[in-house]
């Protein structure tokens, strides 16, 4: 058998897996990408270690195959920083950093510090690849581990500063497995048992409630989901990683539930009998806190983790099982259960939601200069083209996205920052990558864009045609009522020098990057600038000067 090296092995592996991108800052694995050349593999080039993890992780999320993201030795610090956003979404990126070699440890060699550790806490699986003969066997459980059960992180770390153990040749073939080429790798089936008294449970209950959450996503289910909802007469709440398994104008539609929500999808929780939980951690914000639903109400689980069953309520039914298979079980049997009339929750839930629209109404329609937030994301929703992925930041991003961008076309989607501010611009220009046909936008706070703003020439250089509207209220103004406490009521001095901004034109930051610009500051001129930069052909950045003052209302609790 004729010898390849361990870079060929490795650019014939990401080939034959279905990797079209890969996101790196040199110098990695040189031969490996020079081996890409004639394979399809673009190389993508950036400027920072953490957002090749977050272009990476949006690639991933957006596509369901796992995201590639490189970074030499001194920069794996930085790229396993980035890595948390994608453990906490759940989201298979596999990262490749460079290591020490046996012959320069503990003797001082140039930029070398041990770091293999820092990456436990933010992958499923860590392994060091100090042989060529070892980078198959390990790419192999690197994709096993990324994309079996619940999706997570793996890093290779490849001995070399900048991975140059690879470069060794091996007798060994190329082995793909493609079953884990995507995920889920698997679809577990749940015990029939769990099925039949879930279905019980559902059947009785007068005030149920369906909460989704990302796992419904990762495994497809969102149509499975939908079915149950309408066949059995029961509102559907999601979290903000499901958001879109159920369009906003639905009239069994809660809306997004927990810290970053909706008051109507809270008081849905809250007031229901019986929450049946699909494809979610229960962790603390899709609960806000353990508040939504609180102690003592009923609980049916689904999951494909087991360790996630039960963790944060004491469920009445534990039901293991991929969220696409587990819920078109419990479909077919609870068709034949007899179910009890909900006529008069649906009622009062629908007057939830009209409650909450009604009080949002002025806001969402407001012709206030500076703009209001809420008046921005109903223009991106009413513009947003049917196939159209809204990409979002955190913080006061998270909120105002989730709450007010109205998705209304079951082919539109919504994908999230899962922890670091800052996450979006960059994650969009991985879902960008992945699904290069589809209209992505990107909404961000001024704060989060300035983080990765140097990937604009990313963008450009390499026509990754983004749009990205920058709420621009110059400060990070969700920080305000935080100081105004800790100054005991009333900030004075230079307190504004902690969360103010200077005014910088980001459509001229953007034309100078080789972007289009354009600045907005009249809500009359939104839709037009939106379509025309869906039109245009080019990454474009909008600068949408909002009102500093502006704040998204606290959750709602009993």
Partial sequence: MPQKSGSRIFAEFLADSGVTHVFFLPAIMLKGLAEMEDLGIRRVMVHGEK????????YARASGRPGICMAQYIGASNLSAGLRDAKLA????????????PSSRY?????????FTQFDPVTKFNARVDDARRLPDLLRQAFREATSGCPGPAHLQIAGPHAQVAEGRTDLDT???????????????PEPEAIREAARLLSRATRPVIVAGGGVIS??????????AEALNIPLATSMNAKGTIVDDHRLSAGVVGTYSRGCANR????????????????????????????????????????ELGRNYVNAVSVLGDAKVATARLLDVARGEPQADRSGWIEEVGGF??????????????????????????AIGETLPPDGVVVTDTGHSGIWSSTMIDLRHPTQRFIRCAGSMGWGFPGSLGVKCALPDRPVLCWSGDGAFYYHIAELETAARYGINVVTVVNNNSSLNQEIPLFDKAYGGEQRGRADEMWRHSNINFAKVAESFGCVGMRVEDPRD????????YAANRPVVIDAVSDERAMAKQPWLP
């Avoid at 003797?107 to 770091?115: G, I, K, S, V």
């Avoid at 629209?357 to 008046?375: D, I, K, T, V």
């Fill in 51 to 58: 957002a090749s993890a977050y272009m990476a992780d949006g």
């Fill in 90 to 101: 759940s989201s298979p990126v596999i990262a490749i950093t460079g290591g020490p070699t």
């Fill in 107 to 115: 003797r001082h060699a140039y930029q070398e510090l041990e770091d």
């Fill in 175 to 189: 082995i793909v497995e493609q079953r884990f080429t995507r995920v889920p790798a698997f679809r577990p089936e």
């Fill in 219 to 228: 495994s497809g289910a969102a149509a499975e989901v939908l079915a149950l």
């Fill in 268 to 307: 849905t929780v809250v007031g229901a009998d019986l929450v049946l939980f699909i494809g979610s951690h229960t962790g603390g914000q899709v609960t806000h806190n353990w508040q939504v639903p609180p102690r003592g109400t009923r609980v049916i689980q689904i999951d494909i983790d087991p360790a």
């Fill in 353 to 378: 939601v009209k409650q909450w629209r009604a009080e949002m109404e002025p806001f969402l329609s407001s012709s206030a200069r500076p703009m209001r937030p809420e008046r921005i994301c109903r």
């Fill in 526 to 533: 939104l839709d037009g600038a939106l379509r025309e930069a």
